[in-house]
């Protein structure tokens, strides 16, 4: 495991199909360009969570309830470009110092294109996974990275989607 920089898809490709590789897993993930960092320099990402419903009665009804209040998870170290270090690239430490999505200080800016970008994903997903099924439901967690384009505006990138996220006491009041 780790982090292998390769400057295009087809070398991603082509190196996973070496004999010795055939049998790993990958991760493949575009870089994302000019990543806003914390405060102290760390990549980060915003963790949204979403419910879908799929409520009792004859109309297969979806529902999709999007949570205003998603944490921050950042790296252990800062990021570095030169650096193919886990510790600066990935981020996966779950950081309350920097606060609530709510009270961020991009969140009017940013959150209205969360929204956006979690519901078509999980109505895409909805409909393979929830239609076959009534009166049922699923959490799910998407986790992206913020990046500013070139006129300043900035531009969520979705990194994963999980189903049935690992919750932790400060998600409670998200459950309840």
């Given amino acids: 495991t780790g982090v292998f920089p390769m400057p295009s898809l087809n070398a991603c490709l ?4 070496k004999p010795d590789n055939l049998k790993k897993q990958y991760v493949v993930q575009t870089h994302v360009p000019n990543a806003l960092l914390t405060n102290d320099g ?4 915003v963790r949204v969570y979403a419910l879908i419903s799929s409520p009792p009665g004859p109309d297969r009804k979806l529902d999709i309830f999007v949570y205003k209040n998603g944490y921050f998870a950042t790296a252990k170290e800062k990021w570095n470009a030169n650096s193919i270090s886990l510790e600066s690239q990935i981020s996966t430490d779950r950081d309350l110092s920097i606060g609530r999505l709510v009270d961020w200080q991009h969140y009017d800016s940013v959150f209205p294109k969360l929204y956006k970008a979690t519901g078509r994903v999980l109505y895409t997903a909805a409909t393979e996974f929830v239609v076959q099924r009534k009166r049922t439901f699923e959490l799910f967690g998407l986790d992206f990275m913020i ?3 070139d006129s300043g505006d900035l531009v969520p990138y979705l990194l994963e989607v999980n189903s049935g996220p690992v919750t932790k006491e400060e998600d409670f009041p998200m459950l309840r």
């Fill in 14 to 17: 082509q190196y996973a199909q």
């Fill in 147 to 149: 990046s500013k384009d």
């Fill in 42 to 45: 760390k990549k980060f990402t």
